[in-house]
């Protein structure tokens, strides 16, 4: 037997109402839920063939939701219900009559007989489900939701974002657990209006972490997930990122320690910045290219500019230095390309290291090199930054032999 589990109504006592009001007449509710949608489009085709009559008289109880209006609407459903008893939507309008009048016993009534005569009107739904989760029923509030949101994809735009919310909640976590499927039909659009919507992104990951199982692998959904990671290590819930990653389609659990995996040209499997990241831009940048023992990265900036090229996290398992190599190098006057690393986790968190200027004539190329990392550090943000200098063409540096390393010594 379902028990009522007590929600906090700070998190849900806002979008629960909007959600009620949102039953009917979407385009005249909006501007007071905040859902910019078309009218009655989450109700489906069906709705349109109620009678003008009806459609107006559910418009005004919205427009004014007064003791005037909801007698009408019981007078019009039960009037509409002694012609045509088996009517959802004539049940569905003596219910929200009902519920004007404050009586919710009889509301619910009303809602769970259209219920029994279809399962398929999305306004019952949305009414039971926003009724149940105002209760602390989340189970069955999320079935009516289910039931809903299978029969009307299109209602997924416009109720998702305020039903997302449940993943903020630990109870609401635990009970949606079992949607979080790859055959769910409405998975797709929670990921999507949870990572644009939440105000945190840890909950939606500690959502996927608590399953212990691969996250559901479906077409479009790998956007959701990279832009997934990108919030968590944004938001510095790099624990979550950490624990996150190995679950994620496609990741490959090696990255997160090895600093050379990756495929020419691309990142190669994984997300960054655990792959590595290099911008989208034409100021600095770069990518990464075949070398001996992994990969090299080919870098720019150009002139008269300062930014970071190429970009990683990853956990270091206790490595003292970090090693590479200068392969080829084109500076400007004025330019520099800088190893910066940055402990962002553990007893170093907050220790930041520079390497010497790597556009330095004076330094040797084809010659391993090295700096320290932060001692006790769990996670590392490495970041190669380029000053373009004073020129025409870019400044460049190609490196290579990246790797971590217990030495105790290096140059």
Known sequence: MTSAIKLTPKLFLGWLVGLG???????????????????FRPLGGGFFSWRAGQMRLSIEMFESPDKANAKRAIAVGQSTLRLAPLTPRSLWLVGRGRELQADMPRARQAMRQAERVSRRDGAVE?????????????????????????????????????????????????HLAPYIRGDNPWFLDLMHAAVKNLPRAAPLATLLIDRGKKAPDIPDVRPAYAALVERLVRERSYREALQLYPLLPGADPDSLHDISRASEGATGEGYPPFAWYFPDSNVQSGTA?????GIGLDLFGSPGTVGVAASKLLDPQGATRFLWQ??????????AANWRITCLMGKGSGVILESVNLLDEALPQQRAMSMGIPAGCGLL????????GIGRTPATIVVSGLKLSNAKSGR
């Open 126 to 174: 949305l009414w039971l489900g926003a009724d149940n989760l105002r209760r602390g029923l989340i189970a069955a509030g999320l079935r009516n939701f289910d039931i809903m949101l299978r029969g009307d994809r299109e209602a997924a735009v416009s109720i998702m974002p305020r039903l997302s919310l449940i993943v903020l909640s630990p109870d609401g976590r635990r």
């Open 381 to 388: 943000k490495i970041d190669m930054q380029i000053a373009g």
């Open 21 to 39: 009001l949102a039953v009917l007449a979407f385009s005249q509710a909006a501007a007071s839920v905040g859902l910019a949608v078309e009218s």
């Open 289 to 293: 290219v075949a070398a001996a023992g």
């Open 326 to 335: 200068i392969d080829d190098r084109m500076a400007n006057v004025q330019a």
